[in-house]
């Protein structure tokens, strides 16, 4: 018998939304196109949502959500999609957000990524970030890398998640996909067993903690390519929050660690695509060269954003935020208004466009 929540479910994934949210004291809202938009049903009150929502969780899942108060799951509907749910409490009770997977792994060419992604992904050793805040479609950048690694070389990945949203088949190589909490206990300790089964790359879901972040670069450090993902709004600060972490008496060793290894940084955000139909991968780049190993060896973290202005233009894949919605301005892809609101610096950027908009 389906359980009672499944018919919001249903409904986001006919509707083409991408969350539901749930929570006791408001109405259901989906989410559609980025844009928040109530569901016509009554105030869900604190017993009705915590009967909706206990309904769908295993025993193992109840005593984590009454240990902790949040747990974090897969949760499939028959015939419609597979979300990842959040269950938490709030003000006025249970709450919870449902997240769709997309049965198909995305490529990276329909996602329609910058061509350093792809490079990245070839490479035998060292460390990619990729980054940006919740909800800016990381996981599924990610996905879209594994995808090609799965589909253009023989090697064996790891990938270590929580939880597991796309399920990836064997295409060349061979892929191990767990799940902290079910598989390990922890990122840390499903990153220490990793190292043990022989992996070419290792993809780390999150790496929030000092422990995991050491364990993410020694394992860059032994030749495997490592490919991890942090929330943070901008490349710099995914290197500022690396080296925050670390102990300030072993700063300076993992600056110049850190110099020598990171191969990329993505850090990506999610704009409504000009049309009103689906939204666009807004994504900086920032690739090794001489001079961004100097800025991090030298404690200059500060002035890469000024250097990814300068790059963007160089032909060395690299792009600026600001660089990459002048593009997707200038071909339409997405509005001015829209473009502004991610913008670094707007008034440049309102500039660029306005002697866009002169020389057509």
Do not use: W
Request: with cysteine; proline share 3%; charged share 25%.
């Amino acid at each position: 018998m389906a359980a009672r929540i499944d018919s919001f479910l249903r409904l986001v994934a006919d509707q083409g939304a991408s969350d539901l949210h749930f929570h006791a004291g408001n109405v259901p809202i989906i989410r559609h196109e980025g844009e928040l938009m109530p569901l016509p049903f009554r105030i869900l009150s604190e017993v009705e949502t915590s009967r909706f929502l206990l309904e769908i969780m295993t025993e193992e899942q109840r005593a984590e959500f009454e240990k902790t108060q949040e747990v974090d799951f897969v949760y499939a509907v028959e015939g419609a999609a597979r979300f990842r749910a959040n269950v938490f409490v709030q003000t006025h009770g249970f709450g919870a957000v449902f997240r769709v997977i997309r049965n198909e792994v995305p490529t990276i060419e329909e996602l329609n990524l910058p061509g350093a992604v792809k490079r990245l992904t070839q490479l035998a050793n060292g460390l990619v970030l990729v980054t940006g805040p919740t909800g800016s479609g990381k996981t599924t950048s990610l996905a879209a890398m594994v995808h090609e690694i799965n589909k253009s070389s023989a090697r064996h990945v790891i990938s270590i998640e929580d939880p597991i949203e796309y399920l990836h088949q064997p295409i060349q190589g061979a892929i191990t996909q767990r799940q902290v909490g079910k598989h390990a206990e922890s990122f840390a300790g499903a990153l220490r067993s990793a190292l043990r089964e022989s992996p070419d790359v290792l993809v780390v879901g999150e790496m929030r903690d000092l422990e995991t972040i050491m364990l993410a670069v020694s394992a860059a450090e032994t030749g495997v390519l490592v490919i991890g993902t942090l929330h943070a709004s901008s490349a710099s600060k995914a290197i500022d929050r690396i080296i925050d972490v670390i102990p300030e008496e072993t700063r300076d060793q993992v600056r110049s660690t850190l110099s020598v290894l990171l191969r990329g940084v993505l850090s990506q955000h999610l704009a409504k695509h000009a049309s009103g139909e689906g939204r666009v991968a807004v994504m900086e780049v920032l690739l090794q060269s001489y001079a961004v190993s100097n800025l991090i060896r030298e404690n200059k973290v500060f002035q890469i954003d000024g250097y990814l202005d300068t790059a963007s233009y160089d032909g060395s894949g690299m792009q600026s935020l600001d660089a990459c919605l002048f593009r997707l301005v200038k071909e339409g892809t997405v509005t001015l208004e829209e473009a502004l609101k991610f913008a670094n610096q707007p008034e440049s950027l309102k500039r660029l466009a306005a002697e866009l908009a002169e020389d057509a």
